[in-house]
């Protein structure tokens, strides 16, 4: 009797899968996809196909590990062919090809394949997954063999490793060393599993009476909504436009959020309607004031009439060095800052205000496609867990952004109050400068003092 492996039919994304070569692969983006039929498949016919391959399998959890994919392919691999050995949890083929499969559920557990080598991993459900775990699983891609040396990640967005997944398959924003080339997303929702739409027609309702957020990722595979999001109401489709010419007559504001780590600026424009339109953005590291203050200058049009610049409170502390603030290192740069308001969840819902739509259908915040950076974090803040009024101010990177638009919608929302004058102790020689001085220089020295004279 004729002894061999059963090979089923891909559907046209499970296909489309199998033929990717990028180093890098991740598959799905909702539930129902065929995710865990394609892993199996393509682990099979690699086996099969390079004699001596090492292949590992990877879940977070041995119950998910032991479904999924042991025991299904312990049905699929006659003992013959690939018998499976449970102590290391194997398929060890007549060819010498190996099908290893694993889990870990912490960043000290990925420590432990620190050393092992693979041609070939496949990362199940990648979003359960930090990235200093998908780094280390990364520098197991090697061996001196002519084998390919690839990753296979399923994900649907959701989970720890969200953020990530999202930033390398799907907003394809690399810093340096990484290769766009090397990364591939393939999308699939569960109308491109034939199969299950046949078999189980109900499954497709069940993800349709799932609550607003849930129903977006899981059913539609949506990356702009996160499990605990902040900015749930944030939607591409409603908050998001094709530039156009800002009309002159428009009131127009930046806002910036300013550090050495990142200047993030905003350009916004306000209607008639007092809808708000972020129209230009600009986020660049490593900037001192003088070169954050030419280069917004330079990226403001010389007819671009703007009505105030406006920046956070904590730039009008002075400095013990050198007395001075970054404020007035800004103004001396050429570039005058107004005062907005640092209340983080007041500021927080002023932008929520903004967004929320209205009985029609309509919002008051409208951002252009070009200010991509704060398309992409806007939606990616997640709520702190110890107080849900307030945002995560971590990771770090993604605050940016956000912090801009904040204090533009607070300013917009709710005006500081103008601060009484304040008195500061000049010295003596100062003193007299500032009597003997005009007007203009007056204020030259107030500003480079911090205050009016006691």
């Known amino acids: 009797?004729?002894?061999?492996?059963?090979?089923?039919?891909?559907?046209?994304?499970?296909?489309?899968?199998?033929?990717?070569?990028?180093?890098?692969?991740?598959?799905?983006?909702?539930?129902?996809?065929?995710?865990?039929?394609?892993?199996?498949?393509?682990?099979?016919?690699?086996?099969?196909?390079?004699?001596?391959?090492?292949?590992?399998?990877?879940?977070?959890?041995?119950?998910?590990?032991?479904?999924?994919?042991?025991?299904?392919?312990?049905?699929?691999?006659?003992?013959?062919?690939?018998?499976?050995?449970?102590?290391?949890?194997?398929?060890?083929?007549?060819?010498?090809?190996?099908?290893?499969c694993s889990y870990f559920a912490t960043d000290a557990d990925a420590l432990q394949y620190q050393g092992q080598e693979y041609d070939v991993i496949?990362?199940?459900?990648?979003?359960?997954?930090?990235?200093?775990?998908?780094?280390?699983?990364?520098a197991c891609l090697r061996g001196a063999n002519d084998f390919p040396k690839r990753m296979y990640l399923t994900c649907n967005p959701d989970g720890v490793g969200f953020l990530w997944v999202k930033r390398l398959f799907v907003s394809r924003e690399y810093l340096p060393g990484e290769n766009p080339e090397d990364f591939m997303f393939i999308q699939a929702l569960v109308d491109d599993n034939k199969i299950l739409?046949?078999?189980?027609?109900?499954?497709?309702?069940?993800?349709?009476?799932?609550?607003?957020?849930?129903?977006?990722?899981?059913?539609y595979g949506s990356w702009d909504v996160a499990e605990g999001q902040y900015f749930n109401e944030f939607r591409r489709d409603l908050h998001t436009c094709d530039p156009f010419k800002i009309p002159k007559e428009w009131r127009r504001y930046i806002?910036?959020?300013?550090?050495?780590?990142?200047?993030?600026a905003y350009w916004i424009a306000i209607d008639n309607n007092s809808h708000c339109y972020v129209y230009k953005e600009y986020c660049q590291p490593d900037l001192?004031?003088?070169?954050?203050?030419?280069?917004?200058?330079?990226?403001?049009?010389?007819?671009?009439?703007?009505?105030?610049?406006?920046?956070?409170?904590?730039?009008?502390?002075?400095?013990?060095?050198?007395?001075?603030?970054?404020?007035?290192?800004?103004?001396?740069?050429?570039?005058?800052?107004?005062?907005?308001?640092?209340?983080?969840?007041?500021?927080?819902?002023?932008?929520?205000?903004?967004?929320?739509?209205n009985e029609h259908g309509e919002c008051r915040l409208h951002i252009f496609r070009n200010c991509v950076k704060l398309i992409r974090h806007l939606p990616e803040l997640l709520?702190?867990?110890?107080?849900?009024?307030?945002?995560?101010?971590?990771?770090?990177?993604?605050?940016h952004s956000p912090d801009a638009l904040r204090y533009f919608a607070i300013?917009?929302?709710?005006?500081?109050?103008?601060?009484?004058?304040?008195?500061?102790?000049?010295?003596?020689?100062?003193?007299?400068?500032?009597?003997?001085?005009?007007?203009?220089?007056r204020k030259i020295i107030i500003k480079r003092m911090g205050g009016l004279p006691e």
């Not at 496949?122 to 990364?138: C, D, G, M, R, V």
């Not at 060095?321 to 007041?346: M, P, Q, Y």
């Not at 709520?383 to 605050?399: A, F, Q, S, V, W």
């Open 255 to 264: 806002s910036i959020d300013y550090g050495l780590d990142m200047l993030a």
């Open 383 to 399: 709520r702190d867990p110890r107080k849900p009024t307030d945002t995560r101010i971590e990771p770090h990177e993604i605050t």
């Open 197 to 219: 739409m046949e078999k189980n027609p109900e499954y497709v309702k069940q993800l349709d009476s799932l609550p607003d957020g849930m129903r977006e990722r899981w059913r």
């Open 122 to 138: 496949f990362l199940e459900e990648a979003t359960q997954f930090t990235e200093f775990a998908f780094n280390i699983l990364k």
């Open 1 to 100: 009797m004729e002894i061999c492996v059963k090979l089923g039919k891909p559907q046209p994304k499970q296909k489309e899968f199998m033929l990717a070569r990028a180093k890098y692969v991740a598959y799905g983006g909702a539930r129902g996809g065929g995710k865990s039929w394609a892993v199996r498949e393509k682990a099979k016919r690699l086996a099969l196909k390079w004699a001596g391959i090492k292949i590992l399998i990877l879940r977070q959890t041995y119950t998910d590990l032991r479904e999924n994919h042991i025991l299904p392919l312990r049905a699929d691999l006659p003992v013959e062919i690939a018998p499976y050995k449970e102590t290391e949890k194997s398929f060890t083929f007549l060819n010498g090809s190996r099908i290893r």
């Open 288 to 357: 001192p004031i003088s070169a954050a203050a030419s280069a917004i200058n330079n990226f403001t049009e010389p007819d671009e009439r703007i009505y105030a610049v406006l920046a956070p409170p904590d730039l009008w502390n002075r400095s013990q060095e050198t007395g001075k603030s970054k404020a007035l290192l800004f103004s001396e740069a050429g570039l005058e800052l107004v005062k907005s308001n640092n209340d983080r969840e007041a500021g927080w819902l002023a932008i929520k205000e903004l967004l929320r739509a």
């Open 411 to 441: 300013y917009w929302t709710r005006p500081s109050e103008p601060e009484a004058p304040k008195r500061v102790k000049y010295r003596a020689d100062i003193l007299e400068d500032y009597y003997n001085a005009s007007e203009e220089e």
